[in-house]
DNA sequence: GTGAATTGAGTTGTGCGCAATCTAATTGTG
DNA sequence: CACAATTAGATTGCGCACAACTCAATTCAC
């Protein structure tokens, strides 16, 4: 038998298997209301503070300019913010929300508890994954830059 | 305050960020075997058994002709795999490897030990968070289709 | 056996994700 | 002040993901 590494074994392969599972349980709840998963996950960084600038929701969500410039032009065809250029540095821009984008949030607010439902895991579960996959990614991010 | 969800409360946010962060260790050494990281799965897949089906090779992964497609024609054009029509069922494509798609699995198998490395966590942290993605990628699974 | 339904791949279109590059605005240095 | 370096955002290009659709091969029902 080979060394070669087997499929199920690799951790990497759990993690990328269950972020596609779970965006794939979000997807029904996001589509009826219009929004993609990284559409939503901006949309949740605004509702917690606003403006942000791009570069503030980069640094949130982990995304470069080449991917939040044409998501923020899609959200704003939405109706849901609004670029402004800012005063102070023209080199930034702020996003805002519209009405509409702050109503959104009172439909989302269901979207969190399908996964905790879908789960079949105990809350104590849940929340120890939830602890270990935020030092992972820490830990990976700063080995990443060595 | 709102009720609004909070972007760190999310499991399903520190899924995508983990998995990012876990292929973007990968990156590196994928780059110089010239693969990126779902080329790397379907040579896994490979590794394990070939010859494959687009068909099998989606199940073991979870992606559709869709996106098998392409990357597969991108691998033959690497000179990694040959497609051939089946002979038995004409509808069926078998993936082989080529001889130089199977040396390259030496090369690959330093990759996985690369997270492990970087993780920042016990090797029992991070087997019980394999076996609980695993299982939470089941019950999601399951989710979905009812 | 023939037509309907199913199955296996491929194609098209949309939206990330990320590297590389570009421009304009700002900051830092002499 | 002038000019190099840095920073913010946008653009381009490539490769996934995934839905929706097409087409051909096979299977199923009668």
């Not at 951790?11 to 209301?33: E, I, M, N, Q, W």
């Not at 570069?55 to 969500?61: I, T, Y």
Request: glycine share 6%; with cysteine; proline share 4%.
């Amino acid at each position: 038998m080979s060394d070669a590494p087997r499929l199920n074994h690799q951790v990497c392969f759990a993690l990328y298997s269950a972020s596609k599972a779970a965006t794939a349980v979000y997807r029904p709840v996001l589509d009826s209301l219009g929004l993609t998963y990284p559409q939503y996950l901006v949309m949740l960084v605004l509702w917690e503070e606003e403006p942000r600038t791009v570069r503030e929701l980069g640094a949130a969500l982990g995304l470069d300019s080449g991917t939040l410039s044409p998501l923020l032009k899609r959200l704003e065809a939405l109706g849901l913010v609004e670029r402004r250029r800012s005063q102070e540095d023209e080199r930034r821009v702020d996003i805002h929300l519209t009405d509409a984008g702050r109503e959104l949030s009172g439909g989302a607010a269901a979207v969190p508890k399908r996964l905790a439902d879908a789960a079949g895991l105990s809350a104590a579960e849940l929340s120890q994954l939830h602890s270990t996959l935020q030092r992972l990614t820490a830990a990976l991010h700063s080995a990443d830059k060595q």
